[in-house]
C-alpha cells in the first residue's frame, strides 16, 4: 500500500468553476499535510499546508483534513487556466523514526480551460 | 537570497559515466533532501541529510551516493551511470521540524543513453 494516494485524473473543469483534489494517506500517526503544485518543466511550490482537522482558507484554495478517515482534499474556487498544474499531496510520515519524511502522491494533473 | 539552487540544469551521460549533481541553500536549513522524479511515479526520495554530517537513504538509494559538504551544500553523486537513472532530480531544503515545509531547487534533467 503506497503512502499516498491521489485520484489520478486528469481532471479538467471550466474557467470559473470549483476544481476538487482528493487525496487518502495509509500512516494513521502522520500530523503534517500539504499541497503543491507543479507547472511543466517546474519545481513543486508549496500552496497549502494543514496540521489540524477542518478547513484551511488562503484566497480561492480551501485545503480540508479529516485525520478518522485519512483524508486530504484540496479546492480551488473560481478556477483560472493559471491554476492548470499538476498538484501533489504530501504527508509527513514518521513509521517511528525520529525524522519524518514526506511522502508524495503521484499527482493530479488538472486543466481548467476558458 | 537566492534559495534553493542546482547545477547543472541538464545533462546527458553515456551508460557508465559518473557525475555528480550540486545543491547549495542559503537559508540556513537544517535538513536536505534528493528526490527524483519520473512520469507517472511522483517524487520519490533518494537520501536526505536531517543535519550537517549526517545522511540516511530513502526510498531508492541504489546507484548513488551523497555527501553533505557543509549547511549549505548536499551533493548527489552517480558512480557509474544507467538508463534506468534517467530522470528530473529536485534537491529541497527545510529547517528540520516534521512540520516544516519543503523548498524545492529547480530541477537537474539527466538523460543518461
Known amino acids: 500500500q503506497k503512502e499516498v494516494e491521489q485520484n489520478s485524473g486528469p481532471l479538467s473543469v471550466p474557467e470559473g468553476a470549483i476544481a476538487s483534489l482528493n487525496c487518502t494517506y495509509s500512516?494513521?500517526?502522520?500530523?503534517?499535510f500539504f499541497w503543491y503544485r507543479q507547472y511543466s518543466g517546474k519545481s513543486p511550490e508549496l500552496i497549502m499546508s494543514?496540521?489540524?482537522?477542518g478547513d484551511k482558507e488562503d484566497g480561492r484554495f480551501t485545503a480540508q483534513l479529516n485525520k478518522a478517515s485519512q483524508y486530504v482534499s484540496l479546492l480551488i474556487r473560481d478556477s483560472q487556466p493559471s491554476d492548470s498544474a499538476t498538484y501533489l499531496c504530501a504527508v509527513i510520515s514518521a513509521r517511528g523514526s525520529t525524522l519524518g519524511r514526506l511522502y508524495f502522491g503521484r499527482g493530479t494533473q488538472l486543466t481548467v480551460w476558458p | 537570497n537566492a534559495g534553493v539552487t542546482q547545477t547543472p540544469k541538464f545533462q546527458v551521460l553515456k551508460t557508465g559515466q559518473s557525475m555528480t549533481l550540486q545543491c547549495a541553500q542559503d537559508m540556513n536549513h537544517n535538513s536536505m533532501y534528493w528526490y527524483r522524479q519520473d512520469p507517472g511515479m511522483g517524487l520519490r526520495l533518494i537520501y536526505y541529510s536531517a543535519s550537517e554530517g549526517t545522511t540516511d537513504k530513502g526510498e531508492v538509494p541504489n546507484g548513488y551516493n551523497v555527501s553533505r559538504l557543509n549547511k549549505r551544500e548536499f551533493s548527489l553523486r552517480l558512480e557509474s551511470a544507467a538508463p534506468s537513472q534517467t530522470s528530473v532530480y529536485f534537491c529541497?531544503?527545510?529547517?528540520?521540524?516534521?512540520?516544516?515545509?519543503?523548498?524545492f531547487g529547480p530541477g537537474t534533467r539527466l538523460t543518461v543513453l
Open positions: 494543514i496540521y489540524s482537522n
Open positions: 500512516d494513521r500517526g502522520s500530523q503534517s
Open positions: 529541497a531544503s527545510n529547517l528540520g521540524a516534521n512540520t516544516d515545509t519543503q523548498y
